[in-house]
């Protein structure tokens, strides 16, 4: 039995046009979405518990064309088998 494997190549093409979002929208939708929760580390070597509130953010305050986010963490960082809350 032959079997014949056919690949075909193609060229994707992707625009992406201008938009433009307000600091207002931005922190409208931080407050609705709320409290942001998630881990991260090694599986084995630490790990970090973290949840991001009260995020708000600043459009051009300082310089143009920059966007700082300022907020809250809680973390809470497990280490070799012990723990250290924030």
């Known amino acids: 039995m ?24 931005i922190n409208q939708y931080l407050s609705e979405k709320g409290t942001i929760n998630d881990k991260l580390g090694i599986p084995g070597l630490f790990s970090v518990d973290y949840a991001l509130k009260d995020l708000v953010t600043q459009i051009g305050q300082t310089e143009s064309n920059r966007v ?4 809250l963490v809680d973390t809470l960082i ?9």
């Open 68 to 71: 700082e986010m300022s907020g």
């Open 78 to 86: 497990r280490l070799s088998g012990k723990t250290y809350p924030s």
């Open 2 to 25: 032959l079997t014949v494997l056919t690949l075909g190549f193609c060229t994707l093409s992707v625009q992406a046009s201008p938009f433009s979002i307000s600091e207002q929208q």
